[in-house]
C-alpha cells in the first residue's frame, strides 16, 4: 500500500492514514515496513502515530463509541455517561474491550448540542443520553454489561 507513494518523508501522514483506514489500526509490522521504505527512524513515525488522535496503535473496536465532552454535553454531565460505560465495559477512553466489542472515545462537540448529552456509536446518533438509557443502547450492541452493578 505504501508503495504507491513516493519514498519521501512528507507522505508519512497520508501513508499512516491510509495503514489505519485498512487494518483500524498501526501494528509494529506496518510502522517498521515504513521506517524502512521512507528510510526514517521508526521513532519519528511512532511519534506522528501516537500524536494525530486519528491514528491508533491499537486495534479498535468492532463498534466505535464516541462519548461528546464538547461545552454543552459537559454541563449535560457528559462525565456520569464516561463513568458510566468505564463501570459497564471496564474500558476507559482510548481503550478497547476484551472482546473487541466496543472502544470508546471522547470528542469535543458532535454537532448537536440541543440533545446533548450525545454520544454516537458507529454511524448513530444517542441524544439526551442518561446511564440507564446507556445501559440499554449497549445491550442493542450485545455489549456484555455487569448488571450487578
Ligand atoms: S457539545 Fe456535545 S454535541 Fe455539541
Given at each position: ?15 499512516l492514514?491510509?495503514i489505519q483506514?485498512?487494518y483500524g489500526y498501526i501494528s509494529k509490522?506496518s510502522m ?13 513515525i511512532y511519534s506522528m502515530a501516537t500524536f494525530y488522535k486519528?491514528l491508533s496503535l491499537q486495534p479498535k ?33 482510548g481503550e478497547t ?53
Amino acid at each position: 500500500m505504501m508503495h504507491k507513494y513516493p519514498k519521501e518523508q512528507r507522505y508519512t501522514l497520508a501513508i499512516l492514514q491510509d495503514i489505519q483506514r485498512k487494518y483500524g489500526y498501526i501494528s509494529k509490522e506496518s510502522m517498521e515496513k515504513l521506517s524502512v521504505y521512507l528510510d526514517i527512524p521508526i521513532s519519528r513515525i511512532y511519534s506522528m502515530a501516537t500524536f494525530y488522535k486519528a491514528l491508533s496503535l491499537q486495534p479498535k473496536g468492532q463498534n466505535i463509541i464516541k462519548v461528546c465532552d464538547g461545552t454543552a454535553c459537559h454541563i449535560r454531565s457528559s462525565i456520569a455517561i464516561i463513568e458510566e460505560i468505564e463501570k459497564l465495559l471496564h474500558i476507559k477512553p482510548g481503550e478497547t474491550t476484551m472482546d473487541g466489542l466496543f472502544s470508546i472515545e471522547t470528542v469535543n462537540c458532535l454537532g448537536s448540542c440541543a440533545i446533548a448529552p450525545v454520544m454516537v456509536i458507529n454511524e448513530t446518533y444517542y441524544g439526551k443520553v442518561t446511564p440507564i438509557l446507556l445501559r440499554e443502547i449497549l445491550k442493542g450492541y450485545g455489549g456484555t454489561i455487569d448488571e450487578d452493578r
